[in-house]
């Protein structure tokens, strides 16, 4: 059976290249790169050029860069790192009420121990309310942190703007840029950010690996303690072989970035197109404009996202109802919810991701699978039933 993957938000595949240039971390060059024998010095060596890669690709300095474990660590170490080193300047933080939930449920840690959150709430496309989020920021506001891009529906934000804000009160200000990393253009200057998570899984590179860029002069608690390892801010050797895959996976995303964004934009909106013109009840959630090259929230009516998800996986389709991490629970997505949608409406919601590798024959195939599978569905809905659906 064909296999079609459009499940890139989740993860990607790691790119070939990207694991070759790993291998020999493995065997010949495992030195810990803080031993100071030549096999160590290897390491230490392909490290610093890993996070020269790794900065300038984002406007970064390397001395900017910590290497983490991905994502999730990078937005911890954001989001506690400022809280428990400034909680002497105030306790209060601000976010979004879209974040995934290595903000959200960080933000909801740090509740318990005596800070105090402001959830700002987002427009029906997914937009950061600006009113909203000047009206939130108080004298005792440590830190901002607004996702870049939104991995469910793919609303971009208008960080420059919030960094406007952050910049004018002092105000430290966080960007979740996992999402965004890879296929639109993410520079720490342009964006005015302190700080910026991106994880290497997200861009073909191998799990387990990311970044946390901090602007010089962020004063940061680190959470880990141990050896001084990145620049004490993150202790524990080292994970050389993925940073040199990450670092690989960086440089294919700079030298390909445009173009790859250009061909998933092109699939994306020929997908929406043709499933939108062939099905009546279909709507598209997120900004139809300002959203990541590659995402597709769709929602249909009378029928439930886990049956199409299970229907398109037996014709070997891999798409998502969700992120990664809350498709399984049956609870309606907190971010659908957040735009306005109503339960039955975010039961009935498929995201569909695209990489770099799908096609337009691919794409074509999965607007037929769907075609199909919602005809099928929506032929046993007693609901679409009573509305002489097809
Ligand atoms: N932030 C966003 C927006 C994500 O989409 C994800 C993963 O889905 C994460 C953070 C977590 O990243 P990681 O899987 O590298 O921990």
Redesign the pocket.
């Known amino acids: 059976m064909k296999r079609i993957y459009m499940d890139h938000?989740?993860?990607t595949p790691v790119d070939p290249r990207v694991v070759d240039v790993m291998l020999p971390y493995f065997t010949d060059k495992f030195g810990n790169a803080s031993s100071l024998h030549s096999f160590g010095q290897e390491a230490a060596k392909v490290l610093e050029q890993s996070r020269q890669e790794v900065a300038s690709s984002i406007g970064a300095k390397p001395e900017e860069i910590i290497f983490t474990?991905?994502?999730?660590?990078?937005?911890n170490l954001a989001i506690k790192g400022i809280a428990y080193r400034n909680s002497d300047r105030g306790k209060h933080i601000i976010t979004s009420t879209i974040?995934?939930p290595?903000?959200l449920n960080t933000c909801a840690y740090l509740e318990n121990e005596g800070f105090e959150i402001t959830y700002v709430s987002v427009d029906s496309d997914g937009i950061i309310d600006m009113d909203e989020f000047e009206k939130a920021i108080r004298d005792d506001t440590i830190l901002i942190s607004v996702?870049h891009?939104?991995?469910e529906i793919g609303t971009i934000q208008p960080i420059s703007d919030i960094s406007k804000l952050t910049k004018e009160k002092g105000i430290y200000l966080h960007t979740?840029a996992?999402?965004s990393f890879g296929k639109i253009a993410v520079n720490v200057d342009e964006l005015g950010v302190d700080m910026l998570?991106i994880?290497?899984?997200?861009i073909y590179g191998p799990?387990?690996v990311?970044a946390l860029y901090v602007r010089k002069g962020t004063p940061l608690q680190s959470l880990a303690h141990g050896g001084s390892h990145e620049q004490s801010m993150r202790a524990g050797t080292e994970n050389v072989s993925g940073i040199v895959g990450f670092a690989k996976a960086v440089s294919l995303v700079n030298e390909h970035r445009i173009d790859d964004s250009k061909h998933m934009t092109q699939l994306r909106d020929s997908l929406i197109e043709k499933v939108m013109d062939s099905m009546d009840y279909v709507y598209l959630s997120g900004h139809a404009k300002k959203r990541l090259p590659n995402n597709v929230n769709l929602r249909f009516n009378f029928i439930e996202g886990e049956s199409m998800l299970l229907f398109l996986d037996m014709k070997g389709i891999a798409i998502s109802t969700g992120?990664?991490?809350s498709s399984k629970s049956l609870k309606p997505s907190h971010v659908l919810t957040a735009i306005g949608l109503r339960p039955e409406d975010s039961h009935g919601s498929i995201r569909i991701t695209l990489g770099k590798g799908n096609t337009q024959e691919e794409v074509d195939y999965v607007v037929e699978a769907l075609i199909e599978v919602v005809g099928r569905l929506r032929a046993m809905s007693p609901i679409a039933g009573k509305m002489k659906l097809s």
């Not at 474990?69 to 937005?75: A, H, I, L, V």
């Not at 994880?199 to 997200?202: C, I, L, R, T």
């Open positions: 938000g989740a993860t474990s991905g994502g999730t660590e990078s937005d974040e995934h290595a903000v996702m891009a939104n991995n979740d996992v999402q998570s994880s290497s899984h997200k799990k387990g990311g992120s990664a991490c």
